[in-house]
Antibody
Framework: QVRLVQSGAEVKKPGSSVRVSCKAS????????ISWVRQAPGQGLEWMGM????????DYTQKFQGRVTITADESTSTAYMELSSLRSEDTAVYYCNFFDSNSYHYWGQGTLVTVSP | SYELTQPPSVSVSPGQTARITCSGDALPKQHAYWHQQKPGQAPVMVIY???ERPSGIPERFSGSSSGTTVTLTISGVQPEDEADYYC???????????FGGGTKLTVL
C-alpha cells in the first residue's frame, strides 16, 4: 500500500511561484510515475504533468508548458511541483497521483494553493 | 472541452443500479480508470484497467468496456455512494493522462 503525504497549504501573491511536495512511502521500490492534478473550486480534475523518477523523464500538458516544473528525488521518494507566474486562476487544490507497476492509482491528500494580492 | 465525455449528473434511488458512461476515441487503445471523490476529500480509485476492482472497494462497483465507451456500474446503490465520479485514461500517445469532466451521482 502506497501512502502519499503532501506539503501544507500556501498563500501566494500574483506573479510569484509555489512549490508543492509529495512524499511517497511503500511501493517505491519498483518503477512508478507521479502526476500532478489540480482542481479549481467547484471544478473537475485537471492533469498537469508527470514524472517517472526512475528515468527522470517528464511530460507536461500544453496548457502548463513553460510554467510548471516537476522534479523528483528518488533517494527520499519525494516529488515536487513548481508552478510559476501565478495568477488568481491558479487557486486550486493540487493533488499528487502515484501510478504503480500494478496499474494502481494512489492520491495524496491535496494541497490548497491560494493566489491573492 | 474534455477528450473524455461523461454525463454531468446521474440520479438513482437507494438500492437501484447506477450506470455512468465515459466516451472517448482513446478508449479502445487505453485502459480506463474510475475515481470516486466525496466533498472535501481526495479522489479514490474504484476501478482500474477497465474492469478490475481494487481490494477494499465494495463488490457493487464494477466496470465494463465496449469500443469507445466505458461504463462504471454501481449495483444496489447506497447513500454513501453519493459522490463525483471521474474517468481517466492515457492519451493515444501514452505520454499524458486525461480526465473526463466528472459525473455527480445523487442518491435520491
Amino acid at each position: 500500500q502506497v501512502r502519499l503525504v503532501q506539503s501544507g497549504a500556501e498563500v501566494k501573491k500574483p506573479g510569484s511561484s509555489v512549490r508543492v511536495s509529495c512524499k511517497a512511502s511503500g511501493g517505491t521500490s519498483s518503477s512508478y510515475a507521479i502526476s500532478w492534478v489540480r482542481q479549481a473550486p467547484g471544478q473537475g480534475l485537471e492533469w498537469m504533468g508527470m514524472i517517472i523518477p526512475k528515468f527522470a523523464t517528464t511530460d507536461y500538458t500544453q496548457k502548463f508548458q513553460g510554467r510548471v516544473t516537476i522534479t523528483a528525488d528518488e533517494s527520499t521518494s519525494t516529488a515536487y511541483m513548481e508552478l510559476s507566474s501565478l495568477r488568481s486562476e491558479d487557486t486550486a487544490v493540487y493533488y499528487c497521483n502515484f501510478f504503480d507497476s500494478n496499474s494502481y492509482h494512489y492520491w495524496g491528500q491535496g494541497t490548497l494553493v491560494t493566489v491573492s494580492p | 472541452s474534455y477528450e473524455l465525455t461523461q454525463p454531468p449528473s446521474v440520479s438513482v434511488s437507494p438500492g437501484q443500479t447506477a450506470r455512468i458512461t465515459c466516451s472517448g476515441d482513446a478508449l479502445p487503445k487505453q485502459h480506463a480508470y474510475w475515481h470516486q471523490q466525496k466533498p472535501g476529500q481526495a479522489p479514490v480509485m474504484v476501478i482500474y484497467k477497465d474492469i478490475e476492482r481494487p481490494s477494499g472497494i465494495p463488490e457493487r462497483f464494477s466496470g465494463s468496456s465496449s469500443g469507445t465507451t466505458v461504463t462504471l456500474t454501481i449495483s444496489g446503490v447506497q447513500p454513501e455512494d453519493e459522490a463525483d465520479y471521474y474517468c481517466q485514461a492515457a492519451g493515444t500517445s501514452g505520454s499524458y493522462w486525461m480526465f473526463g469532466g466528472g459525473t455527480k451521482l445523487t442518491v435520491l
